[in-house]
T-cell receptor, first 113, second 109 residues
C-alpha cells in the first residue's frame, strides 16, 4: 500500500515567486493536513482539509492557501515567497478530523533564495 | 505555558534504555503521540496513547502518561544505533497536532 506521497521532494524558488506543493493521502483517508517545519523546530500546523472543506487554519499569512480535490489529494500554494518560507513542508493524512492517527509524507524541502 | 516542551538532546550507549520526556499543555487532549524523524526524512508515527491510559507498551517502546502533571515519556529499551533520530511528542489541540521542538537522541556504539 502506498503511504502519503508528496511532490516534488525538493524545490528551489526565488523570492517573490509562487509555489505549489502536492500531496496524495493514503487510500481511504479523507483528511489532509499541512505542516511547516523550519530547521531545528517542530512542525507547525498550516491547514486541515476534510471532504474538500477547510476545517482548520494555523497562524500563517494569507499568502498561504490550500485546497482539496474530489480524490482527496491536496495542494498547498504559497505566493510572494519570502526567504523565511524556506522549510520542510509536510503533509499528513488521516481518516477524519477527529483525534485519529496521522501519517506523514516525506515532505517537500523548499528553499527560497 | 502554551508550548509542548521537550529536552533537546539525549546521548546513550547502545544497549542502554533511553527515556525521552515531554510536558504538554492541553488537559483536554485525547491522544498524545510520539513521532520519529531521521535526517532528511518525514515523520514516522511510533506510538500514541489514549488519555485514559497510564501506560502503553509496544515491543521496545513504553509510553507513560501522568495526566495530573501533563507529563509524557517514551522509553526505548535496548537502544540501537538505528534509533538515533529526533523524537517529537505531540498533543492534539482542536483536531490538529501541536509538536514540541524535538529531542535529538544520539546512540553511540
Amino acid at each position: 500500500d502506498a503511504g502519503v506521497t508528496q511532490s516534488p521532494t525538493h524545490l528551489i524558488k526565488t523570492r517573490g515567486q509562487h509555489v505549489t506543493l502536492r500531496c496524495s493521502p493514503i487510500s481511504g483517508h479523507k483528511s489532509v493536513s499541512w505542516y511547516q517545519q523550519v530547521l531545528g523546530q517542530g512542525p507547525q500546523f498550516i491547514f486541515q482539509y476534510y471532504e474538500k472543506e477547510e476545517r482548520g487554519r494555523g497562524n500563517f499569512p494569507d499568502r498561504f492557501s490550500a485546497r482539496q480535490f474530489p480524490n482527496y489529494s491536496s495542494e498547498l500554494n504559497v505566493n510572494a515567497l519570502l526567504l523565511g518560507d524556506s522549510a520542510l513542508y509536510l503533509c499528513a493524512s488521516s481518516t477524519g478530523t477527529g483525534e485519529t492517527e496521522a501519517f506523514f509524507g516525506q515532505g517537500t524541502r523548499l528553499t527560497v533564495v | 505555558g502554551e508550548d509542548v516542551e521537550q529536552s533537546l538532546f539525549l546521548s546513550v550507549r547502545e544497549g542502554d534504555s533511553s527515556v525521552i520526556n515531554c510536558t504538554y499543555t492541553d488537559s483536554s487532549s485525547t491522544y498524545l503521540y510520539w513521532y520519529k524523524q531521521e535526517p532528511g526524512a518525514g515523520l514516522q508515527l511510533l506510538t500514541y496513547i489514549f488519555s485514559n491510559m497510564d501506560m502503553k507498551q509496544d515491543q521496545r517502546l513504553t509510553v507513560l502518561l501522568n495526566k495530573k502533571d501533563k507529563h509524557l515519556s517514551l522509553r526505548i529499551a535496548d537502544t540501537q544505533t538505528g534509533d538515533s533520530a529526533i523524537y517529537f511528542c505531540a498533543e492534539t489541540r482542536y483536531s490538529t497536532l501541536t509538536f514540541g521542538k524535538g529531542t535529538m537522541l544520539l546512540v553511540s556504539p
